[in-house]
């Protein structure tokens, strides 16, 4: 089992930073490929960003490219979400995600259905 808990969303205004943190525990945790997917109001949930076990290998979603970068810390067993510029349309519920099943990230890193472990949410409000 992983037991995957995020943190650090809140309100912001457009342009501002957030940092979102998800810590792992459980079961070789350090050893999976991750990601960060969003849900807005009403849509389906959708691919932010994903890091491979190692963190050497990085996929971003193109509205998020240059401003979003995902990084993990294997000794804390923590991925992060650093978000800058952000604007109205990042307002989500944003999710952790990890794939138990390999390192490294599949040509469908940006599907839901890799990922069988995922975090409760945490809230991002951006304000204009």
């Known amino acids: 089992q992983v037991h995957l808990v995020e943190s650090g969303g809140g309100l912001v205004q457009a342009g501002g930073s957030l940092r979102l943190s998800c810590a792992a525990s459980?079961?070789?945790?350090?050893?999976?490929?991750m990601a960060w997917f969003r849900q807005a109001p009403g849509k389906e949930r959708d691919f932010v960003a994903a890091?491979?076990?190692?963190?050497?290998?990085?996929y971003y979603e193109d509205s998020v490219k240059g401003r979003f970068t995902i990084s993990k810390d294997n000794a804390k067993n923590t991925v992060y979400l650093q978000m800058n510029s952000l604007k109205p349309e990042d307002t989500a519920v944003y999710y952790c995600?990890?794939?138990?099943?390999?390192?490294?990230?599949?040509?469908?890193?940006?599907?839901?259905?890799?990922?069988?472990?995922w975090g409760q949410g945490t809230q991002v409000t951006v304000s204009s």
């Open positions: 995600a990890a794939n138990s099943r390999s390192k490294h990230l599949s040509g469908r890193y940006y599907y839901t259905g890799e990922y069988d472990y």
């Open positions: 459980g079961r070789t945790s350090n050893n999976y490929a």
């Open positions: 890091i491979n076990w190692s963190g050497s290998s990085t």
